[in-house]
């Protein structure tokens, strides 16, 4: 069964330093999301995209996050200069259609920021 | 404002049947949607209603009353496995909108023997 897979499953970096988190959707989904869980807390929406470009981002999804698709295959979340509260378990989500109900979550990245 | 609420925690015996009740104020609605999630993994999709009733899905049923902001998840025949968070999430608009899931807290449902 296909499924969408999230590289690497944990970074550690240094505050200030710039991290890419990968996500390879399911090759025929089309909708893409960005989710983050700070450990103990609830789910939180960060950005959702489609057709190369951005169709809602959230609060949390400042000037110091980005997201692109550079290849068709890849959907990748950059964090430009990371600060100690970015630290979380941050899930990539796709669906194959407008019409589709069920968002299909990678088993995410947990990122730790020292 | 978005507002989904969800005890924090329950206990149920092995065998046993479990109400997870959620209830939510959102600015916009277009489906209710339960997840189950174990500890450091994903959360894995359990049922969705769009429409107020029930829908069963062997062990698992959920229930929608959209005029009262409310939904349950019933879990029958527990088993330990069953162990796990359970989160309530709205989606605000159609997928082909932006439409995200706004989650509640999640319930930490730990099954007893």
């Known amino acids: 069964e296909p499924e969408v897979t999230q590289t690497p499953s944990h970074q550690v970096t240094q505050m200030g330093q710039e991290v890419i988190l990968r996500c390879v959707p399911i090759?025929?989904?089309?909708?893409f999301y960005w989710y983050r869980q700070i450990l103990g807390q609830k789910v939180e929406f960060l950005v959702s995209f489609y057709n190369n470009e951005i169709s809602e981002k959230s609060e949390i999804f400042d000037d110091q996050f980005s997201v692109e698709r550079p290849d068709g295959s890849n959907f990748t979340l950059k964090i430009r200069s990371t600060k100690l509260e970015d630290s979380a378990m941050y899930f990539c989500a796709s669906i194959p259609s407008g019409g589709y109900n069920e968002q299909f979550f990678g088993p995410g990245t947990r990122l730790t920021v020292l | 404002g978005q507002n989904i609420d969800q005890p924090t925690e329950m206990t149920a015996t092995e065998g046993a049947i479990v109400q997870i009740n959620c209830t939510y104020q959102t600015s916009g609605f277009n489906g209710l949607f339960w997840y189950q999630q174990h500890a450091g993994e994903a959360p894995t999709f359990l049922s969705y209603?769009?429409?107020?009733g029930l829908e069963e899905k062997g062990r698992f049923s959920s229930f929608l009353s959209r005029s009262k902001g409310y939904s349950y998840l019933l879990l029958k025949e527990l088993q330990m496995k069953d162990s796990a968070s359970y989160l309530c999430?709205?989606?605000?608009?159609?997928?082909?909108?932006?439409?995200?899931?706004?989650f509640g807290q999640g319930t930490e449902l730990s099954v007893k023997p």
């Open positions: 090759s025929n989904h089309l909708y």
């Open positions: 999430a709205v989606r605000d608009r159609w997928s082909n909108q932006g439409g995200k899931l706004i």
């Open positions: 209603n769009v429409l107020d």
